[in-house]
C-alpha cells in the first residue's frame, strides 16, 4: 500500500525512518538535549541528513512530569515546526501530540502528520487531520491516561486488543475524512503494557501488518528492551536495532528512533533481504 | 476455632515466580512474602482465605483459573481447560499462585471486596471468618503507596512517605482503629489496595493482642510494599 503523509507520498512496500526530536526538557532518553532552539535545529539538520523521512516533533514528555498546558505544548513546539518548515520544504513533519488544538496549530505552521501517541483521547485529532489532509498515527496505548505508567496492566487477548483498538480508530479517523493512504497504526510498545505484553506485540507484528492498514513501530531506546536485556537507557541501540529488523521483516512501514543513521542501515538491510531494495553494489562474484 | 493466622503481601504480579525475569529484580521482596507465607501455613490452617480489593464482589472457589497469561509471559490456557467464567481477579490470582510458590496444597478459597464497601462491612466479614468450626488462615493482599518515588506508576506524591509510615506503625502494632479508620479517599489517592483487607483483618477478635512481625517493608518501583505475618491464637513462637 502507498503513503501519503501530507506532502509525502512514499511507494507500496517502502520503508520509512521517522527520526524523533524532542521539544522538552525532560525525555527520557535524551533528556532535554534538543530543547534549545538551536540544538533542536542541529538535531534537524543531522537526522536529515542521515537519511531520515519523517521528522516528529514532540513537545510533552511521555512519562509523568510537570504539567505542561495546551498553550505550553504549542509554543514548544509551533514555531519549531515553522522553522523546520522554511529550512526544508519537502520534508514530512510530525508532530507528537494527543491535543487536537496543538495538531491544528501544528498543521497550520506545516506539519503533515498527527502522531497520536496516547490512541484517541481526543477524537477531535482525526477531524483535524481531514481538515488539513494530513497523516495520523492511531496507537494503542490500552486506554490509558496520557502521562502515565502501567500498573498491573492485563489482557485477556493482548493482539486482538491493540488490533481492534488501533483498527477503530483508524476506521473513525477515515469517517472522519482523513485519506485512507495516510493512516498508520502503532502498536504502542510500553504504553499501556509490560516488558512482556511488549515483547509479545514485537513477535506478533505481523498480525498488524495483516490488518492491511500500515503500521508504524516505536521501539527506540524503551524500557522493555533495558529490562530484557538488562540495560540502562543509553546501551539499549543494539536491542532497539533489533527490534526494528524484527518488525521491518515482519512488514512494518514506519520506524520511530533516536538513531537515525543505525536504523536507515537496518531498514535498508531487511528490505533488501525482502527483496524490496536492490541492494547499492552487487559485484561479487559478478565481475 | 477462629482466624489463627493472617499474612499481607502485595498482589504484585513481580514477586510471582515466571513473571519477574530472569534477573528477579524484587528477590528481596519474594523472599520477604515466602517468609510471612511460610508462618501463615507453619499455623496449619484447616483452610485459607485470600482476600484482596477489587471493583466488584466476588467469591470463589479454588476451582477458578489464575489466568495469569493476561500479564503476558506466561501460556495462556487451551481451549477448554478453564471456563471464561471461571477465573480469579487478578490479585486474588496473585495471591494463588504466592501461596503455591510458598508450598500451600490444602483448601482454598477467595474474596473480592468491592472498594465501595465500607470499613464496618469489611470488619463483620472479618468477624464472620473468625466465628467458624475450622481454623483459618487469612491471606490478605495489598500495597502502600503507588506514589512512592520518581519512578512510581503514579508519580510521586510527596503525601505518600507520610501515608505509608502510618501504614507501616498499624501493622506493626497490629492497630485495629488505625486499620477501621483507613481513609478510602486517602487509599485511592495514593493508588493504595490495602484498605479493606487490613479492615478485615480489623474484625478479627484476637487481633488486638497480635503485633504485626514484618517480612519486608520497602518501596519497589514506586510502590510501597509491606509483608508481615500476624500470629493470632499465639502458637508460633
Known sequence: MSLRLGRGSFGDGEMLVMAIVNRTPDSFFDKGASWADDAAMERVHKVVAEGADIIDIGGVKAGPGEYVSPEDEAQRVIPFIAAVRAAYPDVVISVDTWRHEVGRAACEAGADVLNDAWGGVDPELADVAAEFSAGIICTHAGGATPRTRPHRVAYDDLMGDIIGRTTALAEAALSAGVPREGIVIDPGHDFGKNTWHSLEATRRTEEMVDTGWPVLVSTSNKDFIGETLDLPVDQRLIGSLAAVAVTAFAGARIFRVHAVEETRQVVDMVASIKGLREPSSTARGLA | ?237
Request: with cysteine.
Open chain 2, 1 to 237: 476455632m477462629s482466624v489463627v493466622c493472617a499474612a499481607l503481601v502485595p498482589a504484585a504480579p513481580v514477586l510471582v515466580p515466571g513473571l519477574s525475569g530472569r534477573v528477579q529484580p524484587a528477590a528481596e521482596a519474594q523472599d520477604g512474602a515466602r517468609s510471612v507465607l511460610r508462618q501463615l501455613i507453619d499455623s496449619s490452617p484447616d483452610k485459607v482465605v485470600v482476600v484482596a480489593e477489587g471493583d466488584h464482589d466476588g467469591s470463589f472457589d479454588q476451582s477458578a483459573g489464575l489466568a495469569l497469561y493476561r500479564l503476558g509471559g506466561l501460556p495462556r490456557p487451551q481451549d477448554g481447560e478453564t471456563a471464561a467464567g471461571d477465573l480469579l481477579p487478578l490479585p486474588l490470582a496473585i495471591g494463588a499462585a504466592l501461596l503455591d510458590d510458598a508450598g500451600w496444597a490444602g483448601a482454598t478459597s477467595y474474596r473480592l471486596l468491592s472498594t465501595a464497601i465500607s470499613s464496618s462491612e469489611a470488619a463483620a466479614y472479618g468477624a464472620q471468618l473468625d466465628d467458624g468450626d475450622s481454623r483459618v488462615g487469612l491471606l490478605l493482599l495489598g500495597n502502600g503507596s503507588a506514589k512512592s518515588s520518581a519512578k512510581a506508576p503514579g508519580s510521586f506524591d510527596p503525601n505518600s512517605e507520610q501515608f505509608n509510615a502510618a501504614l507501616l506503625a498499624m501493622i506493626e502494632q497490629g492497630d485495629r482503629i488505625a486499620m477501621s479508620g483507613l481513609s478510602a479517599d486517602a487509599a485511592r489517592e495514593q493508588m493504595s489496595d490495602v484498605r479493606l483487607p487490613l479492615q478485615v483483618l480489623a474484625g478479627v477478635g484476637s487481633l488486638g493482642a497480635a503485633a504485626g512481625v514484618i517480612g519486608y517493608a520497602n518501596e519497589f518501583r514506586g510502590v510501597y510494599y509491606v509483608c508481615a505475618a500476624f500470629n493470632l491464637d499465639g502458637s508460633l513462637a
